[in-house]
């Protein structure tokens, strides 16, 4: 009988992050401040983030420690399984070897609380007692709730109103574990109500929220700080305990993948899996392939620009180096809440731009219908984040059929769909729409930062 599961023991857990930076040809061009056009210091971010999170923000170094602290909570869902998906490749009757690891086995139900918990860990070291955060469809919300309970922190969430309406159970998720969630955007703060008198029936966007989290941030400088869920070197950072897991795991199944794909919003879940197999390819010169999927509605990587760009819409964040649409940008209201954002982090970026990664958009109808498949093969309901994931599969598993070729496939499960079925309801009704938006949409908002330097 063939292993279905490879899964490490808890004293096999890596006990550093990876930090790609060290190891990278061309290194990311720094955030700037946008009133100076100068490179951002420590001391100016320190009023947003913690100072300890800002220091790995900035490193170079290649390995960082991950505090026995951390790594205790870690352990509640830590070391997560890589499986064979050998029902897929039934169902696809493929040559391919399909792996994924699944990151859906943690509380929260995704892979975010490997940086949450991180973030409260070190925001609690400094002596904060109050955290501000943006979420999409939840599941970063959720996380940094469950990790900001462990230290005793209050939260406060700005969840983005379509995936509020559409998602009421993360918020419930984010209730119990004794945050606050807000819709976003909201009229406690300026660029809330900005919003709101712009647009009375705003959806939101990532960024739209992350400009309201920041905002009340700054407004209490002594005891609030900022956390963001994907984007940042900091975040990405944390999430390599995934790939580094996996390469232990794919030593135990005797395989080395051809590819290794993840699913792309801002970027710390794909990074967390490819960051750990990039590095062979730049230290043993291996050449594996890093696949990066986005929505074919929010198209940064595939149709973006590279660029200096705000993180956020009301331009409240340093200037950041980064493939975008625009700050500006209004996204399609799919359902992958999580990857309805208008950049991607300054890392992945300049990867991309070197041509060290690969970038795919996938419409949001064969996402699902992926999903689907996957559920009904594995077991498993996905995100549908995570469809992105498993539809780019199916397309390299279905090529490698084609050619007679036989190929093996990595993908991260970034998290479980339980909480999703509202999309899946939408699809199976078949009232669920594609977008794409043109490219006038998208120069729009493109050529509205000519401006910004």
Known sequence: MKTKKFCLSESQMPTQWYNIVADMPTKPLPPLNPATKQPVTKEQMSAIFAEELIDQEMSTERFIDIP???????KI???????????????LDTPAKIYFKNESVSP?????PNTAVPQAYYNYKQGIKHL???TGAGQWGASIAFAAKHFGIDLQVFMVKVS???KPYRRLMMNTWGAECVASPSTLTASGRAALERDPHCSGSLGLAISEAVEVALQHPGDTRYCLGSVLNHVLLHQTIIGQEAVLQMEMADAEPDMVIGCFGGGSNFAGISFPFLRKNFVEGKKIRMIAVEPESCPKLTRG????????VAGYTPLLPMYTL???FQPSDIHAGGLRYHGAGSIVSQLLKDGFIEAQSIPQNETLAAGILFARTEGIIPAPESTHAIAATIREALKAKEEGREKTILFNLSGNGVIDLYAYEQYLAGALKDYTPTDAEIAKTVNELEKLI
Do not use: C, M
């Open 326 to 328: 625009g700050h500006n």
């Open 77 to 91: 869902w830590r070391p997560t399984p890589l499986v064979r998906a050998t029902g897929l490749e039934k169902a």
């Open 132 to 134: 501000t955060t943006e």
């Open 68 to 74: 026995e602290e951390v790594q205790e909570i870690y």
């Open 305 to 312: 620009q590279f660029q200096y760009d705000f993180g956020d």
């Open 108 to 112: 929260a139900g995704s892979h975010k």
């Open 164 to 166: 509020y309406d559409q």
